[in-house]
Every structure is written in structure tokens, then in C-alpha cells.
């Protein structure tokens, strides 16, 4: 009986996840990016001063022990950027949005991330917040219980959200696409929207 319910519980969870999925986010959409405070390593900012300094913002949510998708979109994007000038990339700001911040810590993620690239910049949000905050970009985020030491694991969406310097959303990059095709995306959109003074 035990088990079944279990089994129920898991069933209404994972029809919730893709139900959620669903609402991809529309791109040219507008969002309101004064309303959230982002934790970084030297200092909480927001959206909308990272607007204001005029570069491409791209958005990847993950969390440390994420088996396969955060490593391989990390991986890729140190890559990517060692395909760039430094004049290019100089021009992106590159957010790695935490969604489990009740195990991550500040230490962990700069760790973690400068092991790939520093350009990856880690961003903490508090728990409150997180779902608000995702839901805005079309980002599902799910705790799913696991028999484990670590007791769950995060179901995310792991597609990358692009945000140009005047605050549109641009169409986001999917997860699993080859370098050649995400350079070529990211250049695209550098060459659009690059020289914005």
C-alpha cells in the first residue's frame, strides 16, 4: 500500500514537471528585472543593472550535483568562450543560476564554476524566491525524492534563456546542441546587438 502511494505521489509529480515544461517561454517577452536580488560572488545585483551595462545576458539554471546536463552545458560554454576575443566576451555576462539552494553554498559554486571557466558567474537566490524567478523564464524547476544519501535530486529545464542589452528575451539555446551551432548563435547575436553603447 505503502509503495503504491509512493508510486502515485511520483506519477502526479512527473506529470506536474512535464505540465510545466510546457510553458516555454515566449521569446521578445519582457520581464520586470528590478524585482529579484541575485547573490554573486562580489555582491548581490539585479537584471536590470546588468542591463544597464549594456551586454548579453545568458541564463543557464542548474545545481552542483547535477549528474549530466549542468557539467556538459558548463563544459561547453568554456569552450565556446575560448572561441570568442576577449573584446566578445567581454560583452556577455554568463549566469549560473543556482536551484538548490538549500544544499549549495557560495564556496561550492565558485569552485565549481571556475573549474570550467571564469566567466561563469554563480548566482544564488533564496528559496522563497526561486520558483517565482524561474517560472518568469519558463524554467520548471522539481524536487523529486530519490532512495539515496542525498534524498532528492532537481528535475530543471536546461535549455540556456538570451537576453539582449535592451531586455528582450532572445530565442534560448537548447540543451545538447554542438559547439559549432552555439557559436555560431552567440555570434550571431553579438554581431546584432555588440556595439550598443
Known sequence: MFNNLKIIIAAIGVIGFISFSILKLEPGRDFNPNTYELTTPSGPITLAQLKSNKKIVILYF???????????????????????TQDQRDKISFLF???????????????????????????????????????????????????????????????MIVIAPTGEILQSIEHGQPKVVVLDRIRKVLNKFGDMK
Open 62 to 84: 542548474g545545481f552542483l550535483t547535477c549528474p549530466e546536463a549542468c557539467p556538459t552545458t558548463l563544459s561547453l560554454m568554456s569552450k565556446v568562450f575560448r572561441e570568442l
Open 97 to 159: 543560476i543556482d536551484v538548490d539552494p538549500e544544499r549549495d553554498t557560495m564556496e561550492d559554486m565558485i569552485t565549481y564554476t571556475n573549474f570550467f571557466d571564469k566567466k561563469i558567474t554563480p548566482v544564488l537566490i533564496p528559496l522563497a524566491d526561486l520558483q517565482n524567478f524561474t517560472y518568469k523564464f519558463g524554467i520548471s524547476v522539481y524536487k523529486m525524492p530519490i532512495e539515496s544519501s542525498m534524498s532528492y535530486t532537481i528535475d530543471h529545464t536546461t535549455d
